[in-house]
């Protein structure tokens, strides 16, 4: 299993700023993910990131808006560039671990984001 | 690509019956997973149940079991014995266990509540 804590929990932000989001994991993992969850809505996945490479971006996310970091294996940053208030979101981390048999994503419990 | 139909918004039990969350999907892959996710007012993902493609046989996890149809591309999670902290939203996703397609796509939810 893997426990995950992202920084900060909530915030909430003026329209034009920035925001960086810290995703810390207690176990060394090789793929972490960055999921957006609107209002009353799904998961969206917005990039997947690796560890010594560039994140890969889904479509409709792009790096200028969405910049992540991962220095290493255990942690990486989000940061939402030049905010409007339709980034007002859950910023979800999670990690994919595997074992003998399965794999699976371990979820952090999320940045409730407000862009006023 | 994949996609995950998940076509009640919303459910309603009383506590201590029985209900099931349906779930369609459709996935090119011939090697996947399939989860049952919930998230409660907390924001906090919890895997619920996991399902390999390839086993015929539904899992199990104490109160919660699927109907796991491969041909028709259904994965319905049945909850019995109602508690009311499985008031939450419920989200089915399948995984390809390998490949550029390998991350997870949530459906749109269902959101459960529990009548005491």
């Known amino acids: 299993s893997a426990v995950i804590s992202q920084k900060p929990s909530r915030d909430i932000c003026q329209r034009g700023t920035s925001l960086t989001i810290q995703c810390q994991v207690d176990?060394?993992?090789?793929?972490m993910f960055w999921y957006r969850q609107q209002p009353g809505q799904s998961l969206t996945l917005i990039a997947t990131?690796?560890?010594?490479?560039?994140?890969?971006?889904e479509s409709g996310f792009v790096i200028d808006k969405f910049p992540i970091s991962r220095p290493n294996l255990t942690f990486s940053t989000l940061t939402v560039s030049n905010m409007s208030p339709e980034d007002s979101s859950i910023y979800l981390c999670?990690?994919?671990?595997?074992?003998?048999?399965?794999?699976?994503?371990?979820f952090g419990p999320g940045t409730r984001l407000t862009v006023l | 690509a994949q996609t995950v139909t998940q076509s009640q918004p919303e459910m309603s039990v009383q506590e201590a019956e029985t209900v099931t969350l349906s779930c369609t999907y459709d996935t090119s892959e011939s090697d996947y997973y399939l989860f049952w996710y919930k998230q409660p007012p907390s924001r906090q993902m919890i895997l619920v149940i996991r399902?390999?493609?390839?086993?015929?046989q539904n899992a199990t996890e104490n109160r919660f079991s699927v109907n796991f149809q491969k041909a028709a591309k259904s994965f319905s999670l049945k909850i019995s014995d109602s508690q009311l902290g499985d008031a939450a939203m419920y989200f089915c996703a399948p995984l390809p266990i390998t490949g550029a397609n390998s991350k997870l796509t949530f459906g749109k939810g269902i959101t459960l509540s529990v009548r005491p």
């Open positions: 990131a690796n560890q010594g490479s560039e994140a890969t971006y």
């Open positions: 176990s060394q993992v090789t793929m």
């Open positions: 999670s990690v994919e671990v595997w074992d003998s048999k399965y794999n699976e994503q371990f």
């Open positions: 399902q390999e493609a390839y086993k015929q």
